[in-house]
């Protein structure tokens, strides 16, 4: 099998709150995603997703991935798409970096790679362990009492876990922290994602004003050694998510004893391929994973559905069913929420297929 045309699509994906909201004010109403499908010279193709959390977030932005994707064609056409570290090797001797650029790509391979093999993917990932996997739901900033009617809400959807988004003035973030903790269930979780909005000062005030709530604190400050400090200061559990984009991060942040938990996610890594590997390593050192991405669609959520469900039920924290945040499909067949829960699907390969209709036209096809 060859690659034969890589086409790309762009698609708008607008919120169903109409604004998702975090730290320092940053905020998206319409995400910018990208779709590649991988066409090969037989009957077979693949199709992956990467859509950034706007271009503020992570070093990466929509126009990006296209344009870093026209880069990279010309060198993947003629390849096998099934033989993953060729395909991972080329990209990376090609292109230093952009590692989001990659993650379609990657994803897509995969996809071929299971259609290929007439398996899904979360059985070429390692297998599928246990039932279903369980979703979190990230709690957009607002006012504190619109936070907490918000945990309610999306609880009566069958969340049981909920991400604050946080990052703002101190005093205000511990008023949303106390006001949802207060409306939290038995068995509930609540972590506060600060998304790298605080200076070391605001956030060990945070810490310290809610000591004794039971509630994980995730990437207070900017640098690593920043929210090293924090860490150091809280007796609370701690996640790691945009330091930890890559294993040299990870080894570093383990060797300091730097987190409880960390958040991989598939296209701040480059794709399934190094998630994968992210993801063993972890399991291997006992540390539990929020598996998702950045944002997404319907290829984006089977993929994350794939690589949570071959993932030890003990080491994951949560994931994101990120195509019930947005009111626009780009694939068919992806998972559905199910009381807070998502499976993997049982189809060869992502187990998704385009929806032509809202993709459109190619805005690019590479040949
Ligand atoms: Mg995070």
Not at 40 to 54: F, K, M, N, Y
Request: glycine share 10%; proline share 4%.
């Amino acid at each position: 099998m060859k690659i034969k045309e890589i086409h790309v699509y762009q698609v708008d994906l607008p919120l169903v709150e109409g604004r998702y909201t975090w730290s320092d004010g940053r905020h998206v109403d319409v995400f910018d995603s990208t779709v590649v499908e991988i066409v090969t010279d037989g009957e077979l193709s693949g199709i992956g997703e990467v859509c950034p959390l706007g271009p503020f977030y992570l070093p990466a932005y929509g126009g990006g991935a296209r344009a870093g994707i026209a880069e990279l064609a010309p060198q993947l056409i003629g390849l096998d798409p099934t033989n993953l570290t060729l395909i991972n090797t080329v990209m990376d001797t090609a292109l230093l970096g952009h590692p989001y650029v990659k993650s379609a790509i990657d994803m897509a391979c995969w996809d071929l790679l299971g259609k290929a093999s007439g398996r899904p993917v979360c059985d070429l990932l390692g297998g599928r362990q246990g039932e279903s996997v369980v979703l979190y739901r990230a709690i957009s900033q607002r006012p504190a009492d619109e936070m907490a009617d918000n945990v309610a809400k999306y609880r009566d959807e069958g969340y049981r876990r909920f991400q604050l988004k946080v990052g703002g003035d101190p005093i205000d973030d511990i008023a949303r922290i106390r006001a949802t903790s207060a409306v939290l269930e038995a068995g509930e979780r609540l972590v506060a994602d600060a998304n790298t909005g605080w200076l070391v000062g605001d956030a060990i005030r945070v810490c310290n004003a809610v000591a004794d709530v039971d509630v994980y604190i995730e990437q207070p400050c900017i640098s690593y050694d920043h929210s090293l400090i924090v860490r150091r200061q809280t007796q609370l559990p701690f996640v790691l998510d945009e330091n930890i984009d890559g294993l040299n991060a990870l080894l570093k942040a383990y060797s300091d004893l730097a987190m409880d938990v960390i958040n991989l996610k598939i296209s701040k890594v480059g794709g399934l391929s190094k998630a994968r590997l992210i993801r063993d390593l972890c399991a291997s050192l006992q540390i539990p994973m929020t598996i998702e991405d950045s944002w997404g669609g319907d290829i984006v959520t089977a993929a994350i559905a794939h690589l949570a469900h071959s993932t030890p039920e003990r080491f994951r924290f949560s994931s994101t069913d990120f195509n019930s945040y947005v009111t626009v499909k780009n694939a068919i067949g992806a998972p559905q929420r199910d009381n807070g829960t998502m499976s993997a699907g049982t189809e060869p390969g992502l187990g998704v297929t385009l929806d032509r209709d809202s993709l459109g036209d190619a805005v690019a096809v590479h040949r």
